[in-house]
Nanobody, 115 residues
Framework: QVQLVESGGGLVQAGGSLRLSCAASETIFSFNYMGWYRQAPGKQRELVASIISTGNTVYADSVKGRFTISRDNAKDTVYLQMNSLKPEDTAVYYC?????????WGQGTQVTVSS
């Protein structure tokens, strides 16, 4: 069973930065898609950023220019660098990995941005 373990969340003031990590239990080469999603209280889970096997990335409009998704194939880890954080970025952030018809989720990490 694939395991994705997120880390790096926490409490930060507005304007600050955090880097989230998603460590996979197997080589990330096996996934054609990896992404970061977030879910705020009372809201639906939404895509924040994704990266596919070619290296192409997609970002939600709300985070463009502030967040960067990247991967370290040697460490089987995907990162989300979050800069210029805003209170509206407060949410639980989840890592997602997909291959063929399978989709895997991590347990989530809380990000709280104070104003």
């Amino acid at each position: 069973q694939v395991q994705l373990v997120e880390s790096g969340g926490g409490l930060v003031q507005a304007g600050g930065s955090l880097r989230l990590s998603c460590a996979a239990s197997e080589t990330i080469f096996s996934f054609n898609y990896m992404g970061w999603y977030r879910q705020a209280p009372g809201k639906q889970r939404e895509l924040v950023a994704s990266i596919i096997s070619t290296g192409n990335t997609v970002y939600a409009d709300s985070v463009k220019g502030r967040f960067t998704i990247s991967r370290d194939n040697a460490k089987d880890t995907v990162y989300l660098q979050m800069n210029s954080l805003k209170p509206e970025d407060t949410a639980v952030y989840y890592c997602n990995a997909q291959r063929r018809q399978f989709s895997y989720w991590g347990q989530g990490t809380q990000v709280t941005v104070s104003s």
